[in-house]
């Protein structure tokens, strides 16, 4: 192996005026919003420790020099072709990011207050501009995230659709960890932005190891990655909990259920290609049913226990062995033989509800479709008691995910962030108040939580929110998400056959749905019906000018007017058919459910500002069957 070097490097130092390729075997980019959020969500916490908002009244940022910096570990490069051996994940996410920001800096800032950022994601050689993570079939993608902050072509290759999604990822979650931490005492400043973008680029570090050949490249990839047997928390936890077991038949029982569940644990994680499956669990485990604190969300605040089982819970078991009734050797064997065993095939069975719909466990696949699942599985392990039987585990089960996309949608239709840093305070203290409690007293604090909903504010947030709901690029999933609710409402209350929430939010479906606007995108025709343009688009984006459609017909039809659309919609899915006259002829079942739920759908000859709200009215009738806390009595 020839000279290898290592160096530290900031951001700026690593991305500035480079140009990196990524060898095509590769070049998938396979983050999914949980890393994203993850590495947000720490990027924030580690920037909020070091910003004062008393920075924000200096006349520069030279501050930031002091601010404690934050590591992110190894690049491998191939110095031949400057080629990422390893670290792309990492730096396709930062650049994302990056455009998030620079897009967000030219928004909001003047051109002499905002950072120099343009270097780091695209640099000029040869006389143009190209992109410094130089990868052929993502430029046009990038540019248009880079242009518009959006891309609008359609989305066939695996690694471009993952690369949109992640963008809009950061955009929802940045804004809901720079914003929404709702117990914050400090008040937000858009000016904190330009802090944070300087800190980024600055006081972010990774360690840049450079060989001279590929071959060298993987061999230093191989020996960081491979060699050796590293324990990991959970074999840590596994040693003490065993050691603590004086009995050694027992000892040897309980080891061979901890292997058991292992190895189960590591087949759904593998098969989610999840590298952390069993320490995801066991975090969530300890903070369901022991935390008994949360780091307060102000400067200087101390881990508490919700903090410290996320970054060592094998030390915080051993510290808080009394806190979880570990007392004698019969306690610690029966923590694994029981506790241990019985949470574990309850987060694999979360898990399988998560990933596949089950009807009897709907809420927790919708939740999931929202991308709460950290702290949905939390709050559910919180509800059982070890005691319960399979019967009232299952009904807690259905309960507390039932009170989760309550909360969810109150929350969204509120425009308040649904991001894990906005909800974790406000779950967790939810997770203390059921924890173990009897099914009965669990329907009485969650129908009192989600009925008395505020925000920061003091704001009650109520399903009202709905009536003034519209699509933003903010909420666009949970548009979708509740678009295809109400449709499967509907054609479930109407028998419609073979009716399918998931097939409305499959993203992987070749010819997945899409958000049509019913208004045509066309101001110059419908001119006449609105004040402005400006009154126009707004009206255009509320929720009631929005149905889903399949992607190829959503292109076709935008233009189209609506006297041309409202033939077409007749023959899609029934909430687009319900605006035709014609559904309203020979459809038994579904006048039945109109008259059975009072809700007054009709056909109509034209659309504009009027009908939009009528149409938003009846989705608010729609929401308050759907999301009512009376559906808690039935569990």
């Not at 504010?457 to 009202?464: A, F, P, S, Y």
């Not at 039809?557 to 609506?562: A, E, G, L, R, S």
Request: charged share 30%; with cysteine.
């Amino acid at each position: 192996m020839k000279d290898i070097q290592g160096k530290e490097r900031n951001l700026q130092d690593l991305l500035a005026n480079k140009k990196y390729t990524i060898p095509f075997y590769q070049r998938e980019y396979q983050w999914e919003r949980k890393q994203v959020e993850e590495l947000i969500n720490d990027l924030m916490d580690e920037f909020d420790d070091s910003f004062n908002p008393e920075h924000l009244n200096l006349q520069d940022r030279s501050c930031i020099i002091e601010y404690a910096s934050y590591y992110m570990g190894s690049v491998i490069l191939n110095t031949q072709d400057n080629a990422i051996i390893d670290g792309q994940q990492r730096l396709t996410t930062l650049t994302l990011l990056l455009i998030y920001l620079d897009n967000l800096q030219k928004e909001k800032f003047s051109e002499d207050e905002q950072s120099e950022i343009k270097s780091l994601i695209c640099s000029k050689s040869y006389g143009s501009y190209s992109f410094n993570m130089n990868v052929e079939e993502r430029t046009k993608c990038l540019e248009s995230l880079y242009k518009t902050g959006k891309y609008t072509d359609e989305l066939t290759d695996p690694s471009i659709k993952n690369i949109c999604d992640r963008y809009a990822d950061i955009v929802e979650i940045f804004q809901a960890a720079l914003t929404e931490n709702e117990t914050s005492e400090e008040s937000i400043n858009d000016k904190k932005i330009l802090f944070f973008i300087d800190w980024l680029i600055n006081k972010v570090f990774f360690i840049e190891i450079k060989t001279d050949n590929e071959q060298d490249a993987y061999k230093v990839f191989v020996t960081m990655n491979d060699r050796g047997l590293r324990l990991t928390s959970s074999d840590m936890l596994k040693g003490y909990l065993l050691s603590q077991i004086t009995d050694n038949a027992k000892r040897t029982s309980a080891n061979k259920i901890w292997k058991d569940q292992l190895t189960k644990l590591n087949k759904v994680g593998t098969a989610l290609e999840e590298k952390d499956f069993v320490g995801d669990f066991i975090r969530d485990w300890l903070r369901a049913q022991y935390a008994d604190s949360v780091k307060e969300n102000k400067k200087g605040a101390l881990p508490q226990d919700f903090d410290l089982i996320g970054t060592g819970f094998h030390k915080w078991v051993k510290d808080n062995a009394l806190k979880l009734g570990l007392r004698s050797s019969d306690d610690y064997y029966l923590f694994i033989t029981e506790n241990f065993k019985e949470f574990s095939n309850l987060y694999i069975k979360l898990n399988e509800y998560v990933r596949k719909y089950n009807p009897d466990f709907e809420y927790i696949y919708y939740n999931a479709n929202r991308s709460i699942t950290s702290l949905q599985y939390q709050l559910e392990m919180a509800a059982i008691d070890i005691n319960d039987s399979d019967d009232m585990k299952n009904r807690k089960l259905k309960l507390v995910s039932c009170y989760m996309d309550q909360y969810i949608v109150r929350r969204v239709v509120n425009f308040k962030s649904v991001g894990y840093s906005a909800i974790k305070y406000a779950i967790f203290t939810l997770t203390r108040q059921i924890r173990r409690r009897n099914i009965d007293e669990i329907k009485v604090i969650l129908k009192n939580t989600v009925q008395s909903l505020k925000d920061k504010d003091d704001k009650v947030l109520t399903l009202e929110g709905i009536k003034n709901f519209y699509l933003n690029n903010f909420f666009k999933w949970h548009v979708q998400h509740i678009l295809a609710r109400f449709t499967d409402y509907v054609e479930r209350g109407s028998e419609v056959p073979e009716t399918s929430f998931e097939k409305y939010v499959d993203t992987n479906r070749k010819n997945r749905y899409d958000i049509e606007h019913i208004t045509p995108n066309d101001y110059l025709a419908n001119k006449d019906k609105y004040v402005d343009e400006k009154e126009f688009e707004s009206q255009r984006n509320m929720l009631g000018d929005l149905i889903l459609l399949p992607a190829d017909k959503n292109r076709s039809y935008q233009d189209m007017p609506f006297s041309e659309k409202v033939e077409k919609y007749f023959g899609e899915n029934l909430l687009a058919k319900t605006l035709n006259h014609k559904c309203y002829e020979n459809n038994p079942r579904f006048l039945k459910f109109k008259s059975d739920n009072n809700l007054d759908f009709k056909g109509y000859d034209d659309f504009d500002k009027n009908t939009i709200h009528e149409r938003q009215e009846l989705y608010y009738n729609l929401a308050k069957r759907i999301w009512n806390p009376d559906n808690f009595d039935i569990f």
